[in-house]
């Protein structure tokens, strides 16, 4: 997932990357666990998420927010579930309705949980009303930044500006910069939601 670092902006977001990433691990897993039910919490009052039909959300892997009760929650509430599988092919997201996690997801690219496409319907991205998406770091601008490979960066540019108004992020309070170096390309979310807050940007 990496990308060559030339820029001072680049060699900033990985440095950022690198301090983030070992305070999320540092987190226990009953901490992460705790913070995480507070956050799955706050997501499910927030509008963005009230006012949806269709969530596109993300399963989680190694130390992210966890959101195995988000996902279940977005289907018992009767919303279409969307998660994301890497296309490394064309270095994008491609997205999938999941009525059924247990049975329609495996560990994919980079060991991620992805809908498998035998079982899965294509989700057109137009039909997206909220956007629930990881990172490792965020500002209280909205500004993100995730592992490197840029494929939510290319998903979040290509959202309609009434899409991008929902998009939200989650992450541990840990996770929050002061400032998310932004190149031309880097997308940014709508709002935060954390343990502690939901910071919006709109």
């Not at 990496?2 to 902006?9: D, F, L």
Request: net charge neutral; with cysteine.
């Amino acid at each position: 997932m990496r990308r060559r670092i030339g820029s001072p902006e680049e060699r900033r977001k990985w440095q950022i990357r690198r301090e983030v990433l070992r305070a999320r691990d540092a987190l226990t897993p009953a901490e992460r666990a705790d913070k995480s039910r507070i956050i799955f919490t706050r997501v499910v009052q927030a509008w963005e998420y009230q006012q949806a039909d269709t969530v596109l959300a993300y399963a989680h892997f190694r130390s992210e927010v966890e959101t195995d009760r988000l996902l279940r929650a977005i289907l018992t509430s009767g919303k279409q579930l969307v998660l994301p599988r890497v296309n490394r092919q064309r270095h994008e997201l491609d997205l999938y309705l999941v009525t059924d996690p247990a049975r329609q997801l495996a560990p994919g690219t980079w060991g991620i949980p992805e809908p498998l496409p035998a079982y899965c319907e294509p989700a057109p991205l137009e039909e997206i009303d909220c956007v629930i998406a990881p990172g490792v770091a965020f500002d209280p601008w909205g500004g993100r930044t995730g592992y490197g490979g840029g494929f939510y960066d290319r998903l979040l540019n290509s959202l309609s500006p009434e899409q991008a108004r929902v998009c939200l992020g989650l992450a541990f309070e840990v996770q929050i910069v002061y400032e998310v170096p932004r190149g031309l390309f880097d997308a940014h979310v709508g709002a935060i939601a954390t343990e502690l807050r939901l910071v919006e940007n709109r």
